[in-house]
């Protein structure tokens, strides 16, 4: 159905009524979640028309070579896959509606060779059989003014001068194409436009403050500084609470100390983490990163069903 749905959406490109070209700045770091806007125009509309329908062909071409296999974004996709997102998702759901609000008030006086952008949007406004206006998205973390370092000369009836104004370059593929209510992504690059590295430390510090409540753990100030660090806070999006029940439980410290191989503190009441291989084996329990039923079956990661090493 995912791969249906990206289908028909490239077909509406032919049923747009209007276009927006907007370039996107934003600075996470400074400015969690805002965004400024700028619009731009194409003096040849069948030059904008050829660049948006080889951009996606370019993309579908590419789901075509993984099989038309589309899962759900969960933080640890591996690399190459191809994830589905829906909007109002809390990963992306304030963010999207940030950006959507700048883009209604986007600024089209700014000379774009001031802009530094680090992405760009088009949008395609049409209108349903039933008469709904919609609209579809095509979405790509890039800076299309290339920036020339160097002075560039082009030719014109043996004649050559220098170019002084700004170049674009869009490449070749976009990175997310957003339709109904849903963004299909072929890569990463979304998860900085939307900001979700501090979304999911967001999550995953919410979480450590359940696990913290709990007082299972003997040095949770290590546990912190190991679950934050690194790809870790992504794992936390599957967090289980009927795992992590189950694991504060005095038959459930049993099933991590005798079968994961995961050591208690000296009073044997909390987990000893202490060791980053102990912290990984409980971190994938507790988000669900091992097959159901974990107190009960034999185990594996997952996605890649990898076997755990015990120690």
Not at 42 to 56: H, N, P, R, V, W
Not at 115 to 139: H, P, Q, R
Not at 158 to 182: S, W, Y
Request: aromatic fraction near 12%; hydrophobic fraction near 35%; proline fraction near 3%.
């Amino acid at each position: 159905m995912s791969y249906k749905n990206i289908a028909e959406a490239i077909r509406l490109v032919d049923s747009v009524k209007s276009w927006e070209s907007i370039l996107i700045s934003y600075n996470h770091a400074r400015k969690p979640f805002e965004y400024v806007c700028h619009s731009f125009k194409f003096q040849d509309a069948g030059e904008f028309m050829s660049l948006i329908k080889a951009m996606s062909n370019t993309f579908i071409d590419y789901i075509d070579s993984k099989d038309k296999i589309i899962v759900s974004y969960n933080g640890m996709n591996p690399k190459g896959s191809v994830d589905k997102l829906e909007i109002n998702n809390a990963l992306i759901k304030d963010a999207w509606t940030s950006l959507i609000q700048h883009i209604n008030i986007c600024d089209d006086t700014e000379n774009l060779e001031m802009i530094k952008a680090n992405a760009f949007i088009f949008v395609g406004n049409y209108e349903t059989s039933s008469k709904e206006n919609k609209a579809i998205y095509f979405l790509c973390r890039r800076n299309p003014i290339v920036n020339l370092k160097r002075r560039l000369f082009s030719a014109r009836a043996n004649t050559v001068e220098i170019v002084d104004k700004p170049l674009f370059q869009f490449g070749n593929c976009f990175d997310a194409i957003i339709c109904n209510g849903t963004m299909y992504a072929i890569n990463d690059n979304f998860e900085g436009i939307f900001n979700l590295e501090q979304t999911k430390r967001n999550i995953c510090n919410a979480h450590l403050t359940e696990i913290k409540s709990k007082g299972i753990i003997g040095d949770f100030e290590a546990y912190k500084s190991y679950a934050l660090s690194g790809h870790n806070p992504s794992k936390f999006l599957s967090f289980s609470t009927e795992v992590f029940d189950n694991a504060c439980k005095d038959s459930g410290k049993k099933v991590l100390q005798d079968k994961f191989k995961i050591p208690m503190t000296l009073d044997g009441k909390k987990f000893d983490l202490s060791n980053d291989e102990n912290a990984k084996v409980f971190t994938l329990l507790v988000c669900d990163k091992t097959k159901r039923n974990v107190f009960d079956e034999d185990y594996c990661e997952v996605p890649s069903s990898t076997p755990m090493v015990l120690q």
